[in-house]
């Protein structure tokens, strides 16, 4: 079945660096990916769609400047994290849509900034 | 603004007890709703579907309905397992959204079966 791998599943950063976390679609081709957030306790929260070939759509409040998403491709989108603070800790999962399929996700990636 | 609510935030059962997971939205005008499986640390896994022109949709031991006019779905859960411990997720499109990936999530109910 489709497969979303997203990596790294886990990563610790020092406040200022900025991370970079890839998300791709392992058996078919993503024209539209998503990246979702979820703080802890707390359900997911969409910040954003990546779109093959053209500029992401950032969510209400979600600053673009500072989650720098790239969709190079029809199999990747990346989520940069610049300059991360402890308040950027959080899962951060992406999901890509199949053409006709349920929607697939990535496994997550925990971001901790310390 | 689409919100969905799931009722009850967490449930504990015993073992082949059946049960009911309950989600509601505010905007009724969706193309689907969905429900999705998230074990502690882990991604999400598509559970179920279902389209706005269907009632229910099922899948194993599991049977999803939707009532767009009342706002409402809900998760029935038969024989339940341990297995099946993990937090439930129901998802419905933004408000004036038709994209099957734009979506607004509840906070879930954790589900805990016990032997």
């Known amino acids: 079945g489709a497969v979303v791998s997203q990596h790294p599943s886990w990563v610790i950063c020092k406040s200022g660096t900025s991370v970079k976390i890839e998300c791709r679609s392992l058996?078919?081709?993503?024209?539209?990916m998503f990246w979702y957030r979820q703080f802890p306790k707390q359900s997911l929260m969409l910040m954003a769609t990546?779109?093959?070939?053209?500029?992401?759509?950032?969510e209400q409040g979600v600053e673009k400047d500072k989650f720098l998403i790239n969709h190079a491709s029809l199999t990747l989108s990346t989520l940069t994290v610049t300059s991360a603070h402890p308040e950027d800790s959080s899962f951060y999962i992406c999901s890509a849509l199949d053409r006709g399929s349920p929607l697939h996700f990535g496994n997550g990636t925990r971001l901790t900034v310390t | 603004k689409q919100e969905v609510t799931q009722i009850p935030a967490a449930l504990s059962v015993p073992e082949g007890e059946n049960l009911v997971l309950n989600c509601s939205f505010t905007?009724?005008?969706?193309?689907?709703l969905q429900w999705f499986r998230q074990d502690p640390g882990k991604g999400l896994t598509s559970l179920l579907l279902?389209?706005?022109?269907?009632r229910e949709q099922t899948s194993g031991r599991l049977n999803a309905s939707l009532d767009k006019s009342s706002g409402r779905s809900t998760l029935y859960i038969a024989a339940s397992q341990p297995g099946d411990s993990a937090t439930y997720l129901c998802?419905?499109?933004?408000?004036?959204?038709?994209?099957?990936?734009?979506?607004?999530f509840g906070q879930g109910t954790i589900l805990t079966v016990h032997p």
């Open positions: 058996d078919f081709q993503a024209t539209t």
């Open positions: 990546s779109n093959e070939g053209s500029k992401a759509t950032y």
């Open positions: 905007d009724s005008a969706i193309y689907n």
């Open positions: 998802a419905a499109p933004n408000a004036g959204g038709t994209s099957y990936g734009k979506l607004t």
């Open positions: 279902i389209q706005s022109s269907q």
